[in-house]
């Protein structure tokens, strides 16, 4: 999508690269982690641990974003947001993003300040630097993040670690982005709260860390749907998981939006993309942290059932498919 460039506004073009360097540089505080922020050919990022977590996504909007149902601020938060969970569902902690910038010559100086503004606030609410990255034109806006983190001495927790046994366990909203595309996508742009959760999501970014502290045996963020990313762990781990329904922390808000839409909000919570809850596994009741919420069990076998049944219908997001 390609954004509407005012008359009298100042474009990219005229601000010219090095302009808008100094436009989304400028007065930006950085956190201890950054040893040598933007200025040089690469930035200089502490690594206590003597590992580095590393983790890039790339948001284009018409496909993660729009920008009539966005703000340029949103869209900077939400991809920062997803990377920044990506390294916390490793157990890590995150440290800095390096963030690509594309976009055409007549797009307003004023969109990358409200993206740039974004892009520091959700990296400064996981206590992460944006340390460096590339600005070039481009036929529409596209936006790469790479992020790192610090394990601080733990091991990292993946995907494969699952053993039966176990139990399934989620920290954070579940359906909410979901929901709000939904209000969006019938011309709605209440209630605030839900539309939020999709426009700019709000990962429970020290869960990760906690959970590892917890002895979790794998993990990974909710960003294509709860099913097809638990599907991800059981495969790796060669097991099977069943989620129980009466047990997922259903809000009321999202109760309310179900009702008034004429939409599941189970659904919702069993497929919809991008809210980055984790979802993670642990060897006993007892290890699941006081913030998390057990919503299933490990057993032998494969794949992924609710309520002990097959899920019939679409289990979550996947490009192409």
Known sequence: MRPESPRDAETVAEAGEFGLIRRVTNGRRQPAWTLLGPGDDAAVVAAPDGRVVATTDVLVAGVHFRLDWSSPEHVGRKAAAANLADIAAMGAVPTALLVGFACPPDTPTSLIDGVSDGLWREAARAGAGVVGGDMVSCGQLVISVTALGDMRGLAPVTRSGAAPGDVLAVCGRLGWAAAGLAVLGRGFRSPVAIVGAHQAPEPPYLAGPQAAEAGATAMLDVSDGLLADVGHIAEASGVAIDIRTDLLPMHQRLIDVGAALGASPRHWMLTGGEDHAFAATFPEPADVPEEWTTIGTVRRGS???????????????????
């Not at 794949?303 to 498919?321: A, C, F, K, L, M």
């Open 303 to 321: 794949g992924v059932t609710v309520d002990g049944r097959v899920y019939q219908e679409t289990s979550g997001w996947e490009h192409w498919r």
